[in-house]
């Protein structure tokens, strides 16, 4: 099949196909002698599917790439998997109380103006000008709103670049 059929099938874009075959995440398919087009397999397609449910688990490369290493050896232990999981869920758990304490801190700061007025008169402004002395102002977050922030270099790294 070719890319577009492959991405097709995938549910995902050309793009990200190529994307993970840059990234060596995906096999890099065989070229057609005679017209030069990328020929992918149904190996590509299993692949490929798996890469695009473990990212939209929010995994990172490196994590990926620990969990198809895993693939490779069926009478292997799966006690590094679990420990994988068990690693990943606690950086989801500790997002979400960051975004928990980041809801907190907007709550507080939209209680700063109750009406519409004149911006110089806005408290969210002024809040955020010159704030005061609350919890809610230290630099609590840790993380970037951009899911797939957390490091995944302790995890497994195989050179290549994470997304």
Known sequence: MQIGELAKQAGCPVETVRYYEREGLLHAAVRNESNNYRQYNLS????LTFIRRCRSLD???GEI????????????SCESINGLIDTHLLHVQARMAELRA???QLIDLRSQCHAARATRDCGILREL????DTAWRSPALTHSHVSGSHSS???HNHGEKQK
């Open 44 to 47: 590509h397609l299993d692949r």
């Open 153 to 155: 270099s302790d995890v």
């Open 129 to 132: 000008d010159h704030p005061g």
């Open 59 to 61: 995994m990172t490369h």
């Open 65 to 76: 790439w620990a969990l198809l290493d895993a693939r490779q050896q069926p009478d292997a």
């Open 102 to 104: 980041l809801e907190g």
